[in-house]
Every structure is written in structure tokens, then in C-alpha cells.
């Protein structure tokens, strides 16, 4: 492929743009500056730089973010910044999308990316894909709660119970709970349900894809197809 159309497909903007920006000396593809942007490159393990800051070439670009808390997952946020002002704008240009919202307040494990199959597939409640998460509550978790959670409560606009697919108390005021679908404020509302409050939620796991303890609030990085695997295990 035309390295000026690499660029322009990994999100650095324009193919005029693109152009204008390997003329200039600032690309270089597998370590060699390049400034002829119609030199046929294969794309195959291809690593290319702009401004010296290293780019795997991505088909599709899906990568993970340790979500800090004070942080929206949306396109357009209301009262803090967007998780997207954290990336880098090539992926911004690319579209990457949350599979999943996080509350502005949660923190943890947030996939996004600009493949619309992916986010479809991990979207959809018949994938089941348990998504594991530390509460912090008001209360001391007592059994009660526990057993409410697993057996099913009730949340006020929707008549089917929803359950806990695991839910166990490990520590004082700490929860840990699984579930497999992804309903507005679930955590907080079956917590409610059941009689607590959360005060702090932090997701752990998403599919069988765990957040790496090395990756700082804020940072992302790159998934590899061994890792969409992960995500895809079912419950
Ligand atoms: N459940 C919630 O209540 N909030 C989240 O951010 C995620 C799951």
C-alpha cells in the first residue's frame, strides 16, 4: 500500500495532509525515513514512526485504557472531559469508540475501538461476556445482599430480575461482583437493590482480559489478537 494512504488510514488525517507530512522528512517506515509518499509498503508486522513516536500498522485499532475517574465516555461530554482527550489524535481520527460506558465516576478496564463488528459482538447481551468489578459500599456487605444479588433483584424500569453471575464479599465494605450484561448503572442499581450504596467502582475484567496492575489511571495501550480473544470468553 502507498504509504501516504498507511497514514491517512491510521488517522493522521488527509491524504493531502499525509503527503504534505512525509515530504517533509518526519515518517520513517521500519526505522528509514521516508519521504516519497508513493512508495509501495507492506503492511504486514509494519511499524512506521511520525516525529519518531512508533505506530504499529492496525487494520482495526482496539486498545485498552485504565479509565481514571472524572472522565466521560462520551463523544460529547456534559461535566468532565471525554476518556478521548486521553489518546493520541490518530486514534481520535479513527473513531475508536467505548465498547461499553463506564460512569463518569468508575474507574478500571475500558475497551475502545473503531472495529464496528468487535464492539457489536461485545455489545450484544446474548454474548454474555462477564465483566468483573470492585465496589466499594456504604455498608458492610452482609449475606443478605449477597444472596439478593445472586438470586436476582429487581431494577425499577425493567421487569426481569437481573443476577450476579458471581458476587462475594472481600473485605470490610468491599464487594466483588461478575455480571454478563451491561445495563445503564448496573452495579450501582443492583447494589441498591439489594439494600447498600456504592461509593467507588472499579472494573477489573472484561471477558477474560484482566487490567495489567502496570497500567496507570489515564494510560492506554494496544491490544493484540491474543487479548480479543480473551475478551470474547463467554461466561
Ligand atoms: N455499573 C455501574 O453502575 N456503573 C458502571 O460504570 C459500570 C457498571
Not at 478496564?109 to 470492585?134: E, F, M
Not at 447494589?191 to 489515564?218: Q, Y
Request: charged residues 25%; negative net charge.
Amino acid at each position: 500500500m502507498e504509504l501516504e494512504r498507511i497514514l491517512q488510514r491510521q488517522g493522521f488525517g488527509t491524504r493531502k495532509g499525509c503527503r504534505a507530512l512525509i515530504r517533509s522528512g518526519r515518517v520513517a517506515v521500519n526505522g528509514e525515513v521516508c519521504d516519497d509518499p508513493f512508495t509501495d509498503v507492506c503492511t504486514d508486522d509494519l511499524t512506521f514512526s511520525v516525529d519518531e513516536i512508533a505506530w504499529p500498522y492496525r487494520e482495526f485499532a482496539t486498545i485498552m485504557m485504565n479509565k481514571p475517574a472524572d472522565y466521560e465516555c462520551s463523544r460529547r461530554p456534559i461535566h468532565h472531559p471525554s476518556v478521548l482527550s486521553l489518546l493520541p489524535p490518530p486514534l481520535v481520527e479513527r473513531e475508536v469508540q467505548p465498547i461499553g460506558r463506564l460512569d463518569e465516576d468508575t474507574t478500571g478496564l475500558l475497551i475502545l475501538t473503531d472495529d464496528g463488528q468487535l464492539n457489536h459482538i461485545l455489545s450484544s447481551p446474548r454474548k454474555k461476556v462477564p465483566k468483573v468489578y470492585i465496589a466499594t459500599t456504604k455498608h458492610p456487605v452482609d449475606a443478605g445482599q449477597i444472596e439478593a444479588m445472586l438470586a436476582g433483584v429487581v431494577l425499577h424500569d425493567d421487569p426481569e430480575p437481573v443476577r450476579a453471575a458471581a458476587c462475594e464479599v472481600v473485605g470490610d465494605c468491599l464487594l466483588r461482583l461478575t455480571i454478563t450484561e451491561g445495563k445503564y448503572h448496573q452495579v450501582k442499581r443492583m447494589v441498591a437493590a439489594a439494600g447498600n450504596r456504592v461509593e467507588n467502582l472499579h472494573r477489573l475484567s472484561v471477558g477474560g482480559l484482566i487490567l495489567p496492575p502496570d497500567l496507570k489511571p489515564g494510560e492506554w495501550r494496544w491490544l493484540e489478537p491474543s487479548d480479543i480473544a480473551l475478551l470474547k470468553a463467554e461466561e
